[in-house]
């Protein structure tokens, strides 16, 4: 089955430190890819996402560009701040139009930043 | 503001307690979704609806289930609770033409 992979946390960094956290998926066919965020206390917010092989998702600074050849999606932002530390998540979906929203998310990882 | 919105924000129950957790969303999205959140595991989907009437299974339903009786509206049932159930519960919605998903706070589900 259709599955996500991220790199494992918890990763801390310095303010302005620059940032990858990687992604692979397994899935047959032509996923959509996301890439979601949770501040503490909250729910999942979408961050980014891209829907075809080559493109590339931006948002915030952050950006995650989707490679078919390596199945991979890893995010990047060059220079963190405080208010980015969160739980990020990287997630697919293949389905139907209808479907289109039944999302396989990785396990998370939480970034910490610190001043 | 369309939002959607989660109650209660946490509970405590019993083993074998039956619990419902509401699920409220205003954007009148067709699609609705629950999802369990647990340390090294990510969002995990339990049940979700394209639409009032239709309920479908997701990779963890066992013990779990959902009704649809209308647009706004998608509660979980927990028939039994069980300690493996503990957990925090997300419900989400969305329009089927867009891949973003909408995500409630949370319920915190502990089950003694």
């Known amino acids: 089955g259709d599955s996500v992979t991220q790199m494992e946390g918890p990763v801390t960094l310095s303010e302005e430190a620059f940032l990858t956290i990687n992604c692979t998926y397994t899935a047959t066919g032509y996923p959509s890819l996301f890439w979601y965020v949770q501040y503490p206390g909250e729910g999942l917010q979408l961050l980014l996402k891209?829907?075809?092989?080559?493109d590339k998702g931006s948002n915030k600074g952050f950006e995650a560009t989707y490679r078919k050849e390596t199945t991979s999606f890893h995010l990047e932002k060059g220079s963190v701040q405080v208010s980015d530390s969160a739980v990020y998540f990287c997630?697919?979906?293949?389905?139907?139009?209808?479907?289109?929203?039944?999302?396989?998310f990785g396990q998370g990882t939480r970034l910490t930043i610190n001043p | 503001d369309a939002e959607i919105t989660q109650s209660p924000r946490h509970k405590i129950t019993e083993t074998g307690r039956q619990v419902t957790l509401a699920c409220h969303q205003t954007w009148n999205h067709n699609n609705m979704f629950w999802y369990r959140q647990d340390l090294g595991h990510g969002l995990r989907l339990i049940h979700y609806s394209y639409g009032v009437q239709d309920t479908n299974k997701g990779e963890v339903s066992d013990g779990y289930s959902v009704s649809r009786s209308n647009t706004e509206d998608l509660p979980l049932t927990l028939e039994s609770a069980a300690s493996s159930q503990t957990s925090v519960y997300f419900c989400?919605?969305?329009?089927?033409?867009?891949?973003?998903?909408?995500f409630g706070e949370g319920s915190r589900l502990t089950v003694l």
């Open positions: 989400a919605s969305g329009h089927h033409s867009t891949g973003e998903l909408f």
């Open positions: 997630a697919l979906t293949r389905g139907t139009i209808q479907g289109a929203q039944k999302l396989v």
């Open positions: 891209a829907t075809k092989a080559d």
